[in-house]
């Protein structure tokens, strides 16, 4: 499945685990920058980079036509907004300007060619989000979160901020929780928006509005077009004849509407999601290339997909790539523009000839050299059995590397990943730190647990009310799969997950028993504090997750592992951030006490100046080595078995 050993020697016998590997934690961090949002100008295509060996620094580059490129930021400025503390949607092009959020001080800024760029809003407790432009009036529309209510929660409003001399800056929608996606109509008479209202999340219920922008730019007959409550509106765009497209989870699966007539219709109904948990702002799977033709992008049974829609026939074509996993998706006359991976395809920007079918890379996160080809392990797509009768989802990575074989009767360590959210999913890109693990001899499942995104709304739901049951059920029984199908050693069984990933982490090695070590990268030990300190976004996310506090203070407590400390017999490495405001040092350092006065093994790594998620080059090279020497020194000594 991974290829021949092109060299002529013949594999050496090792123990799983202790496999050298060309996948050092010094190549991932000096090869590997994150791409996220993309845009579109004329001709140019422009994107954002986040660079590790920059501390993280989040870069806007523009690309031309023949092929050269310019950072529009030049250092220090960090193109990276806080709204939501996620972030997303941090920059948009007007013309030959690039408007973006500056991440020291949060202010909005416009840079032009040659010149330093010049901030355009406020010293002011302000951040902006998701802008776009109203030409016809000269000013950007945005999510504006104001922080200037101490001991209150942020207010987020839509807003304006003028582009003229006078720099002013009108609320233009306020009074509920959240806003996103504000977007113009192409004749600028005509604004659309979401927003909803606690305690949902966006991909339980929101609100698709929209009004009309007088002469003055005040807003008028404003009016809600879809959703509610109980149904989730993802991107609304208008097309270029003027009429609304979104995507509606109505059918139970994210498919692609439109409205016109005063009715609201699908273009396509099938069962695959043509929408994305909106964790942050900017993103996009679909796109219009022409009047009449749309390039969107797809998830069924895991996979993405590209394909062409007809908006008159109501028809859709599949389009072929080499990509598995696509978002970020934009096009012009011709072409399509996305963020596109696959198993053995890094992460890359892709510019998509749609006459020829011929794509060309103009970005990749880090370029695959041949030592680290010959490596790769594939996932391979698994379903197994779990609770109630259910199945569920995973990646597995089976243990790959063409230099070394496992003694006779040997099987390798697993390595269970739980990903973050919870309302998330495992995409499948090639991912060094994946292949870090595979290549030194672990087996990796990637779970997608009940609560996962890209199975439709009733594998999204089921979740609601059982977080630390259903992930935990998963989690175990993914991994006992994999033991009675002979694939791994269950006596060596590992699991790790960062943010809610953590927390799945932490209470599947608190009340279950089938694990022998794990890693939270900035995990949930007590829910009780995420409910009481965490930011505006996620404050009530909880209240469907687990029950609403603190009339359900007694699940809360139950399900947290902080207070379980006792039944916990697993070493544990702990990775946080000092500035995390998400999950606060004070979750992991409770933890880390516990288990030190009961004289478990454990280890506690503070990162200064990290938040949410690593970003600097020497914090991902030093939680890399430390947990594979944390593994090695504790859990895979050579007749060590646990």
């Known amino acids: 499945m991974n290829g021949k050993n092109p060299k002529s020697r013949l594999p050496e016998t090792a123990e799983y685990g202790f496999w050298k590997s060309p996948i050092t934690s010094d190549l991932i961090v000096a090869e590997t920058i994150l791409l996220g949002q993309i845009a579109l100008s004329g001709e140019d295509v422009y994107w954002s980079e986040g660079r590790p060996s920059e501390r993280g620094r989040s870069v806007i580059v523009q690309r031309r036509p023949d092929g050269s490129t310019t950072d529009v930021n030049p250092p220090p400025f960090n193109a990276r907004t806080r709204v939501h503390e996620y972030g997303g949607g941090a920059f948009l092009i007007d013309g030959s300007a690039v408007y973006f959020s500056n991440f020291k001080d949060q202010r909005l800024y ?70 996103s996606n504000p977007r113009v109509s192409r004749d600028d008479k ?34 809600q077009i879809a959703g509610g409550p109980a149904e989730s509106i993802f991107q609304p765009e208008w097309s270029p004849d003027g009429e609304l497209h979104f995507v509606s989870d109505r059918s139970g699966w994210w498919n692609l509407c439109r409205h016109r007539g005063g009715v609201t219709e699908a273009l396509i109904e099938m069962e695959a999601e043509f929408g ?61 523009v996305f963020r596109g991976a696959a198993g053995r395809l890094p992460a890359a920007i892709v510019e998509f000839d749609l006459e020829t079918g011929e794509s060309q890379v103009l970005q990749q996160s880090f370029e695959v050299k041949s030592d680290v080809a010959r490596c790769i392990s594939a996932p391979e797509a698994v379903e197994f059995p779990t609770e109630n009768g259910l199945t569920s989802h995973g990646l597995f990575y089976a243990p790959y ?181 998400v999950v606060p040092p004070n979750q992991a350092e409770m933890m880390v006490e516990a288990l030190q006065k009961k004289g478990l093994p454990v280890s506690y790594f503070l990162f200064d100046g990290e938040q949410h998620g690593f970003r600097a080059a020497e914090t991902i090279k030093r939680t890399l080595d430390a947990e594979l020497y944390f593994y090695a020194a504790l859990l895979l000594k050579k007749g060590l078995r646990f």
């Open 401 to 581: 590397n063409p230099d070394y074989r496992p003694s006779d009767g040997e099987l390798p360590p697993l390595i269970i990943k739980s990903h973050g959210g919870p309302t998330g999913s495992a995409s499948g890109d090639l991912s060094l730190d994946i292949q870090y693990w595979t290549s030194r001899g672990f087996a990796v499942f990637d779970v997608n647990y009940g609560g996962s995104t890209g199975y439709g709304r009733a594998y999204r739901e089921r979740l609601a009310d059982h977080w630390g049951i259903v992930d935990v059920d998963d989690c175990v029984n993914g991994a006992q799969y994999l033991v009675e199908g002979g694939h791994v050693d269950g006596d060596r069984l590992i699991i790790k997950g960062g943010s809610a990933g953590g927390y799945t982490t932490l209470a599947v090695l608190t009340f279950r028993d089938s694990f022998k070590a794990g890693a939270s990268y900035y995990g949930l030990g007590d829910l009780e504090a995420l409910a009481r300190d965490t930011h505006k976004f996620e404050s009530r996310y909880l209240d469907r997750l687990i029950g609403p506090y603190p009339e359900r203070k007694d699940l809360y407590r139950a399900r947290s592992p902080v207070h379980f400390v006792e039944r916990l017999n697993a070493p544990v490495i702990f990775f946080q951030g000092s500035e995390d405001k």
């Open 276 to 336: 994305l948990p909106q964790w942050v702002f900017g993103q996009s799977t679909y796109a219009f290339e022409s009047r009449s033709r749309i390039i969107c992008a797809y998830i069924q049974n895991g996979v993405s997909r590209m394909a062409k829609i007809d908006t008159v026939s109501c028809t859709m074509e599949p389009i072929e790539t080499a990509y598995t996993h696509i978002s970020q998706v934009r096009a012009a006359a011709g072409k399509a």
């Open 110 to 179: 416009r840079a032009q060619e040659n010149e330093t760029p010049l901030a355009i809003t406020p010293e002011a407790p302000w951040r902006y989000a998701d802008g776009v432009s109203d030409l016809a009036h000269r000013r950007l529309i945005c999510v504006r979160e104001d922080h200037s209510c101490s001991g209150r929660e942020a207010v987020n409003t839509l807003a304006a901020v003028d582009l003229s001399d006078d720099r002013g800056m009108r609320v233009l929608v306020e009074g509920n929780d959240f806003y």
């Open 190 to 223: 005509q604004l659309a928006w979401l927003t909803w209202n606690h305690p949902n999340m966006p991909w339980d219920g929101t609100e698709l509005w929209a009004a009309e922008i007088e002469a003055d730019g005040r807003l008028s007959q404003q009016h």
